[in-house]
């Protein structure tokens, strides 16, 4: 048994294939989220605040944040029923435990108690490891105000991208 042209074409075939996939992958440090399509979400949630990458919460609690808009976190934002369910639908979809689940998402599910439904993102273990080095002081400084403030660092956090070298800590 030797080498022939069928092999050899079976072999190329096979390391361009791999090649092109690999080429697709994002770098190491790409930290990318799909966002929900519709701009509902952007305009409504992201008028007040960074609009949250959906990925970043199992479902429950974007439901239960959902519901809560009478009072959320000390504001009545609440919507018109059509845009409610919009948004609802899109971020259990996008959810951390939703439909399009990826790697990253299931690590953010997974140090999430089960049973455990986090208001914030800041309250969960993802959250808390990716930034346990980021010293008490820098979230007090003007420019941040706190954890809470993503699009702070993150100039891209409106768009679910959150890329390590993208990161921009900003002066006093």
Not at 31 to 53: D, I, L
Not at 61 to 89: T, V, Y
Request: glycine letters at 8%; one cysteine or more; proline letters at 8%.
């Amino acid at each position: 048994m030797g080498i022939n042209w069928k092999s050899l074409l079976t072999l190329a075939l096979g390391v361009t294939g791999a090649a092109m996939w690999i080429a697709q992958a994002p770098a190491n440090d790409e930290t990318a989220f799909a966002m929900p399509s519709a701009k509902t979400y952007v305009n409504e949630c992201g008028s007040c605040h960074t609009a949250y990458a959906p990925g970043m919460l199992p479902a429950r609690s974007w439901h239960q944040m959902m519901n809560g808009l009478a009072n959320h976190f000390g504001e009545d934002a609440e919507l018109d029923e059509p845009d409610h369910f919009a948004i609802l639908k899109e971020l259990e979809t996008l959810a951390a435990d939703g439909t399009y689940v990826t790697m990253r998402m299931r690590r953010i599910n997974g140090l999430i108690p089960p049973g455990s439904t986090p208001p914030r993102i800041t309250e969960t273990g993802f959250f808390k490891y990716l930034h346990d080095e980021v010293p008490a002081h820098f979230w007090r400084r003007k420019s941040i105000g706190s954890p809470a403030n993503c699009g702070a660092c993150h100039p891209r956090a409106s768009e679910g991208r959150y890329a390590e070298r993208e990161i921009r800590i900003p002066p006093q």
